[in-house]
């Protein structure tokens, strides 16, 4: 499976990964002190906010070709419809893919820990980008 790339700004410095699920959706509670938050089937990642310009998106099922990039998070995003979006705080739909397990393991990477211009999604998982 080839990668993905998009260059998108992210209203309020924030991209969603959402999985379509059987169970309610659970929105982790945003404290604007971490730059982390998640919850079973929804992670919340800070990223450099669209007034200070574009975020460069990739996704793959193999770590980022990049260097520069270093592992901020990873752990496991349930969807029971095997289904993950990426969105903008507006919920507007960035890229979604399909994953081949219910529980996908998925790492995020970032060139900075507070507020990354490059954002890398890592999901050995992917079966199809849709």
């Known amino acids: ?3 993905f790339k998009t260059v998108v700004a992210f209203p309020n410095a924030l991209m969603w990964l959402m999985s379509e699920d059987d169970q309610e ?12 938050w998640t919850s079973q089937n929804a992670w919340g990642v800070a990223v450099q906010h669209d007034i200070d310009g ?5 996704i793959g099922p ?4 990049d260097p520069s990039l270093m592992q ?3 752990g496991l995003l349930h969807s029971s419809r095997r289904l993950i979006d990426v969105q903008t705080v507006y ?6 893919f399909r994953t081949r397990t219910q529980d996908a393991a998925t790492s995020i990477w970032g060139d900075d820990p507070g507020q990354p211009e490059h954002v890398h999604i890592q999901c050995p998982d992917i079966e199809e980008m849709l």
């Open 72 to 74: 901020l998070h990873q």
């Open 91 to 96: 919920l507007d739909s960035i890229a979604t």
């Open 25 to 36: 959706l659970v929105i982790p509670d945003i404290d604007g002190v971490a730059n982390f």
């Open 54 to 58: 574009p975020v460069t998106a990739t």
């Open 1 to 3: 499976m080839s990668g």
């Open 62 to 65: 193999t770590p980022p070709e």
